[in-house]
């Protein structure tokens, strides 16, 4: 090379090394990549919500302190710090990808070297102690999130705990009964009835005074509650509820419907009204502080007392005896309902007592001596109770004498009452009341229950649901049949069993302690939060995918019929491409409705991969057929060598394709019988398909005649015969051929197309009986005696469609030749035979 040609390049290089200086320096100097600074605010973003929920425990560890003996408000504070330990493991849950790529990047770059190694590079180098610093600061932010765990799963054990003493002292708390305690709780009753009613008096002035429009818009929009939720639900719902008079021997089924729902919604309608009410007086500030619990515990008392009497009238009814649940006396019924409803009023009393006492601020003690004497009288009813005789002998009519309880429930009755009277006698008065309350509240609403459960059970069976009311009134005005009416009591029982579940086992845990606030974070959890293993399943979530899904599914239905209906048929457009089409789109649209149901019920599409994977393992085995016959569906909804409607013939098969579907094609044979074809032997067999582009087809009628005919006067009939026809195309023309000689017998061939082959069964038929008539006016053939059983006519009238497998009766010749021959051998081409004919 020559100097000044080296000494050029040197001059490049040096130029190009100076060149690069600026840049070099300019990336150092940038700004750190976007991707990192996410990452920054992430963490950062972390960080303050570990602090938000730092405080926030300590403000309602605070606040536990403070409500150590409120129940209620414990009970709220549980569920806060529930959710607050919910979202420190959600923060901590949220680290954990970006430690993950942490890890998996530090795996990359791999240990530093070791000494007397080779140094690596420095951007290496730089980037493992950035992932190191960044993955310890993770960490850190992980251990302070579980100590904070720790801490509210503390704080929520430590709520439970506290609530637990607080149930058991108040049922366990022990308060000496003597005289001064009564004379103590008697001068304090007066006190608080003078009290009361000065509270009463000077709200209804005030109220009366400068809150009259108030008062009376309360008042007149609870009587409009009353209006609407009263009378309108026994309006409306008295078939359900209302006692048929002239009905003298009901059945089960309706007594049970008519017991359940006569509780129900009474009950049902009387606690919308009670809760309206109330509202409405509140929101008008017509309520005093001191007035508002009194009037809450007196609407609720009488909530419960019209509950338990509703039911007693629909399990006893004393009046009406044939309509009764129990087999009791008529005296017997009257009797326990009465003892019934005595011990319900006295529970509702003391209810309704404590809770005066309570917002009057009475004592204690008055509070305990008016459960002391509820618990008395409701265990002296139980005792009475065992005296009853309501027992009903087998086959006596309903105004007989009863006899006697069997003897272990005396002894139950008895054993309850006197258990409950000395728990209240020895101090022990919380837990006699909540006792008391167990035997009234809690057993009506367990039997309430049971008589749901027999309701759903008997609704549900089969041929009973369309004895109902309701059945009869689906069935005329909807004119439902016995099938569809069983599928609807079958819907009607497990909604019934569904209404129990909801309504019922709630009102029992709320009867045993339980607060509103426990049972709204169980429904929370058993909704959104049932953990198998590492799966969490959310039911809500599960629903709200069912129901995408089958909205997904009815807009793609009515997209289908409003593409054909209204688009395709306008354009029109052939049949079978309507059909693969309207297929095409159905697939399409219910597998993006599975999709995102699947989405919205919360499964990661993801983790379906073990599941693709076993199904790829049963395609290789056992699902190949099933795969082959769906991809074949696929190819001849796509390629179309036949349509709905076409005239098809495969093997042994023939008809016409009334419906193709993914896995199968249903062909109905002329016999109408439906034969469903796998999909994959229309692709790996031979098809014929005789309306494939067009309807027009050619039918060959072989004529067979003795040798002294004239052929020339044959054939001139025979294409006579077929130019008369009016359903014989003109173009193409009909043929006349000579096709063979037989030893006796001479063989002719008339070849006809027709419009539409479907309909070539009648064409053929007619054009048989012509020739038959004008051969025999031309003499063509006359009657003969048959000399032989084996002689065979000279004329036979054969129809050969195309090409087609095999022979019909229907083609069997017809003999009008008048000498005896002998028996021919009919000339046999490839591909010639009658196929069969669509009736």
Request: aromatic content about 8%.
């Amino acid at each position: 090379m020559p100097t000044p040609f080296k000494f050029l390049v040197v001059l490049l290089s040096l130029w190009m090394t100076l060149s690069a200086l600026p840049a070099r320096a300019q990336d150092a100097a940038a700004p750190v990549p976007e991707a990192q600074t996410d990452v920054v605010s992430a963490q950062s973003q972390a960080t303050d919500q570990l602090n938000a929920a730092r405080e926030e425990l300590k403000r309602l560890t605070d606040l536990v302190d403070k409500a150590k003996t409120d129940d209620n408000r414990l009970a709220e504070l549980k569920v806060d710090v529930d959710a607050t330990a919910k979202s420190i493991i959600g923060t901590s849950i949220a680290t954990r990808p970006r430690l993950d790529e942490i890890k998996a990047r530090l795996a990359e770059l791999g240990d530093p070297p070791a000494e007397g190694a080779p140094p690596e590079a420095g951007i290496v180098s730089q980037e493992r102690e950035r992932l190191i610093a960044e993955r310890g600061e993770i960490n850190a932010l992980t251990g302070d999130a579980e100590n904070l765990s720790i801490q509210a799963t503390k704080l929520s054990n430590s709520i439970t705990a506290t609530r637990r003493a607080l149930f058991s002292n108040t049922l366990l708390q022990h308060t000496t009964i003597n005289l001064e305690v009564l004379q103590s709780a008697s001068s304090s009753f007066v006190t608080e009835g003078q009290e009361l009613s000065r509270s009463l008096t000077s709200w209804i002035s005030f109220a009366w005074k400068y809150k009259r429009l108030q008062l009376l818009t309360a008042i007149f929009l609870s009587l409009c509650a009353a209006l609407f939720f009263l009378s309108g639900s026994y309006r409306l719902f008295s078939p359900l509820i209302r006692r048929d008079v002239t009905d003298m021997e009901p059945g089960y089924i309706t007594r049970l419907s008519v017991a359940f729902w006569s509780t129900m919604i009474p009950t049902t309608a009387a606690s919308a009204f009670v809760l309206s009410s109330y509202f409405f007086l509140q929101s008008f500030n017509v309520l005093r502080p001191d007035i508002a619990p009194i009037i809450a515990i007196t609407l609720a008392v009488s909530v419960g007392l019209l509950f338990v009497a509703t039911l007693a009238n629909a399990v006893l009814a004393p009046s009406e005896g044939n309509w009764r649940l129990v087999r009791v006396s008529n005296l017997g019924a009257r009797r326990l309902m009465f003892a019934i409803i005595a011990m319900a009023t006295i529970n509702c009393l003391d209810y309704l007592l404590g809770g005066i006492s309570e917002a009057m601020g009475s004592p204690v003690v008055l509070t305990v001596v008016k459960s002391l004497f509820a618990s008395l009288f409701i265990g002296f009813i139980l005792m009475i109770m065992a005296l009853i005789k309501p027992i009903l002998p087998v086959g006596a009519p309903l105004d007989s004498p009863g006899l006697p309880w069997p003897r272990a429930m005396s002894v139950l009755f008895v054993v309850a009452g006197g258990l409950l009277i000395a728990t209240a006698v020895i101090g022990y008065v919380g837990l006699a009341r909540f006792i008391a309350t167990q035997i009234v509240v809690t057993s009506a609403i367990l039997v309430t229950a049971y008589i749901g459960i027999l309701t759903g059970k008997a609704v549900a069976k089969q041929n009973a649901f369309a004895d109902t009311v309701v059945g009869r009134f689906l069935e005329k005005r909807f004119g439902m049949g016995q099938v569809a009416l069983d599928q609807a009591g079958l819907a009607a029982g497990l909604g019934i069993y569904a209404l129990v579940v909801v309504f019922f086992i709630p009102l029992i845990l709320l009867q045993w302690g339980f607060k509103i606030a426990d049972i709204q974070a169980w429904a929370y959890r058993l909704f959104t939060e049932i953990k198998i293993g590492s799966i969490t399943i959310s039911l809500v979530g599960i629903f709200a995918g069912i129901l995408l899904f089958a909205a997904g599914y009815l807009i793609t239905r009515w997209f289908q019929r409003w593409l054909d209906g209204s688009v395709m048929a306008r354009s029109r457009v052939d049949a079978g491409v309507r059909n693969s089409i309207r297929t095409g789109v159905g697939y399409l649209g219910v597998g993006l409705a599975g999709l995102i149901g699947i989405s919205a019920a919360g499964l990661d599409l993801s983790s379906l991969a073990l599941v693709a994977g076993a199904l790829s393992l049963g395609v290789g085995f056992g699902l190949q057929n099933i795969v082959s016959n769906f991809v074949s569906g696929l190819i001849l909804l796509v390629e179309r060598p036949f349509k709905v409607g076409d005239w098809v013939v495969t093997g042994t098969t023939e008809g016409f394709v009334k419906r193709i579907s993914v896995r199968a094609t249903e062909i109905e044979t002329f016999q109408r019988q439906s034969i469903m074809v796998p999909n994959s032997l229309f692709i790996n067999a031979s098809v014929g398909n005789w309306t494939h582009r067009n309807k027009l087809g050619r039918s060959d009628i072989p004529v067979i005649v003795g040798y002294d005919t004239a052929p020339r006067k044959v054939m001139d009939l025979l294409l006579e015969i077929a130019e008369a026809h009016p359903l014989v195309l003109r173009n193409p023309s009909p043929m006349a051929v000579f096709t063979a000689f037989g030893e006796t017998t001479m063989t002719f061939e008339l070849r006809v197309y027709v419009a539409d082959i479907v309909n070539g069964g009648g064409v053929r038929n007619d054009l048989r009986l012509e020739i038959f008539e004008r051969f025999r006016a031309e003499g063509i053939g006359s009657p003969f005696l048959q000399q032989t059983v084996e002689e065979e006519p000279a004329l036979a009238v054969q129809e050969v469609a195309r090409d087609a497998p095999a022979v019909t009766d229907e083609d069997a010749p017809m003999a009008v030749d008048a000498k005896p021959v002998t028996t021919p051998r009919r000339p046999r081409r490839v591909g010639s035979s009658t196929p069969g004919e669509p009736s």
